[in-house]
Structures are given as structure tokens and as C-alpha cells.
T-cell receptor, first 113, second 112 residues
Framework: DAGVTQSPTHLIKTRGQQVTLRCSPK?????VSWYQQALGQGPQFIFQ???????QRGNFPDRFSGHQFPNYSSELNVNALLLGDSALYLC????????????FGSGTQLSVL | GIQVEQSPPDLILQEGANSTLRCNFS?????LQWFHQNPWGQLINLFY???GTKQNGRLSATTVATERYSLLYISSSQTTDSGVYFC?????FGGGADGLTFGKGTHLIIQP
């Protein structure tokens, strides 16, 4: 039973560029959430996708956008990268929305130079 | 939004010791989870525990929802228990709009 998988594991970009991160949920799960974890901090909620729609959103600018595909996998896109976007980006999956147990992937470490 | 505070921020123990980690939250919750983040960044779900008590091997957790706190107990610590322990909660009244709110974590070091 495959867990949550994310790609790539590491990524280096320069300011102003755009990046796409990918996530495949745990088998049987239909909901994907994305979190940003800065160094030394707890993860912060970006948004959640269910039935191919953004259902919930945290306090992140519109530069952060996402997509969910019919097979439940998801992408996180960040435009116009800033140095402050450097962080570990974590994907979590669950069965259904709200009040559910989350399973996290290993994350994508993004460095913006 | 809901506030989540964890204590202590850092904890250094000898192998074999027991420990208690605390999580206070500011609102009624419909979701509370404990995670262990290993040195490679992987977040492992330890407990889904919005109320009550659960045990899994050397680990157990208790959430007293009416008093807005949760405790994680680690008994007979092993070096592999080292890492950061996070508590995360979701407000019952927020409609889930905030996702899970994480505390700042407890950094646990178990020395051999």
C-alpha cells in the first residue's frame, strides 16, 4: 500500500521563476492538503483540494495555486518566487474533508536563490 | 483562528527515561493530531485524538477537550524517538477553513 508520494524531493529556483510540485495521495484517499514548513517552524496550511476543487485556503497569496486531477493527485504551483518561499512543502492526504486523520509525504525542499 | 501552544520547546533525556509533552489549544476542536517529524523531515502521524485516551506501544496520548489540552506520553525512551513532536488542531467552529493549525513543536533529544 503506497503512502503519500511527492516529487521532486529537492528543487532550486531563482527569484521570479515559477515552480510546480506534485503529490500522489495514499491509496484510497480522495483529499489532498498542502502545507508550507519554514525552517524551525511548524507546518502552515496552504489549501485543500477535494473533488478537483479548492475547498479551504489558508493565509497565502494568490501566487500559490493548485490543481487536483481525476485520479486525486495534486499539484502546487507558486508563481513569481520570492526568497521567503524557501521552505519544505508538505502534501497530506485524507479520506474526506474536515476532522480527518492526515498522512504526510516526505516533502519537497524548495530553495529560492 | 485557533492558537496551539506546545511545551516544553526543548527536552533532552537519557535513554530509558519517560517524558510528557503538552499541547494547549484556544478553542473547541473537532480534530487534534500528534505527529513526529524525524531528522529527514518525514511527518509521522502518531495519534488522531480529538478527545479521550489512546495507546500505541510505548506511546500514549490523552486529550481533555473540555479543558483544551492534550498530553503525549513517551515511556522508556529510545534514541530513535529523537526528533520534533508536533500537536495540530482544527477548530470545531471554523468550518475547517483553517486546515490544521500546528504548534511550534517540542524538540526531543534522547541521549544513549
Amino acid at each position: 500500500d503506497a503512502g503519500v508520494t511527492q516529487s521532486p524531493t529537492h528543487l532550486i529556483k531563482t527569484r521570479g521563476q515559477q515552480v510546480t510540485l506534485r503529490c500522489s495521495p495514499k491509496s484510497g484517499h480522495d483529499t489532498v492538503s498542502w502545507y508550507q514548513q519554514a525552517l524551525g517552524q511548524g507546518p502552515q496550511f496552504i489549501f485543500q483540494y477535494y473533488e478537483e476543487e479548492e475547498r479551504q485556503r489558508g493565509n497565502f497569496p494568490d501566487r500559490f495555486s493548485g490543481h487536483q486531477f481525476p485520479n486525486y493527485s495534486s499539484e502546487l504551483n507558486v508563481n513569481a518566487l520570492l526568497l521567503g518561499d524557501s521552505a519544505l512543502y508538505l502534501c497530506a492526504s485524507s479520506l474526506g474533508t474536515g476532522g480527518r486523520k492526515l498522512f504526510f509525504g516526505s516533502g519537497t525542499q524548495l530553495s529560492v536563490l | 483562528g485557533i492558537q496551539v501552544e506546545q511545551s516544553p520547546p526543548d527536552l533532552i533525556l537519557q535513554e530509558g527515561a519517560n517524558s510528557t509533552l503538552r499541547c494547549n489549544f484556544s478553542d473547541s476542536v473537532n480534530n487534534l493530531q500528534w505527529f513526529h517529524q524525524n531528522p529527514w523531515g518525514q511527518l509521522i502521524n502518531l495519534f488522531y485524538i480529538p478527545s479521550g485516551t489512546k495507546q500505541n506501544g510505548r506511546l500514549s496520548a490523552t486529550t481533555v477537550a473540555t479543558e483544551r489540552y492534550s498530553l503525549l506520553y513517551i515511556s522508556s525512551s529510545q534514541t530513535t524517538d529523537s526528533g520534533v513532536y508536533f500537536c495540530a488542531a482544527q477548530s470545531l467552529f471554523g468550518g475547517g477553513a483553517d486546515g490544521l493549525t500546528f504548534g511550534k513543536g517540542t524538540h526531543l533529544i534522547i541521549q544513549p
